[in-house]
């Protein structure tokens, strides 16, 4: 290739490459064919950093309420725990990593609507560890998924997922399983899922 410029022994070497690399990857198949696909990895929904702050500073006999966006946006006496698309494994995993959920006085749960929105597979096996990780002396109120106008939640899944949690909440002693009480239009925000000021306020009515 002395007679060819530099530009064009350079071009002549690239496709000399490419075609060895054309005749040997059918000989390279089958190998790459026993190498294992990656598994898709859904990271944890990471616990707050506000959370970890707080959680020393909660005493002993403390109310404390868990769950997702809607348990975020109540706004009552106690420590708030609830994070935005929270499902039942993000809840099991708060109990697990935050000492105060073990000494707590009573624990709120309202946790599931993602479960049902995503289809998660498992949901009424994670109630019950949810159920088993907080201790027999604690006092639970759990409240069951409220009903939801958005296209993704069905009141037949709704069902089905509460009847769940209501099952979890009889297995442990000192719980008490809360039906969502009587339900209007307009304790929904637009979006079918997250409540209104008059949806909190009934809620809240119903939760002893």
Not at 38 to 64: N, Y
Not at 99 to 125: F, M, Q, W
């Amino acid at each position: 290739m002395a007679r060819f410029s530099g530009p064009v022994r350079w071009a002549i070497g690239v496709y000399l490459v490419g075609l060895h690399v054309v005749v040997a990857l059918p000989h390279l198949e089958p190998a790459l064919a026993d190498v294992p696909p990656v598994p898709a990895i859904k990271p944890e929904r990471l616990i707050p950093k506000h959370f970890w702050w707080q959680d020393p500073q909660v005493p002993g006999g403390a109310t404390v309420y868990l769950g997702d966006s809607i348990t975020a946006g109540l706004v009552a006496p106690g420590v708030n725990f609830g994070i935005s698309g929270a499902t039942s494994a993000d809840v099991l995993n708060v109990i697990e990593k935050l000492p105060s959920v073990k000494r707590a006085g009573v624990v709120y749960l309202a946790v599931g609507v993602n479960d049902v929105h995503d289809g998660l597979p498992g949901t009424a096996e994670r109630f019950m560890a949810i159920a088993a990780a907080i201790p027999a002396g604690t006092s639970v109120v759990w409240s069951a998924v409220l009903p939801s106008s958005h296209p993704r939640i069905s009141a037949e899944a709704v069902q089905r997922i509460n009847e769940a949690a209501q099952a979890a909440c009889n297995s442990r002693p000192r719980c008490r399983f809360v039906a969502a009480p009587e339900w209007r239009a307009d304790y929904l925000l637009e979006d079918g899922v997250h409540l209104s000021a008059a949806g909190y306020a009934a809620w809240l009515e119903a939760l002893p």
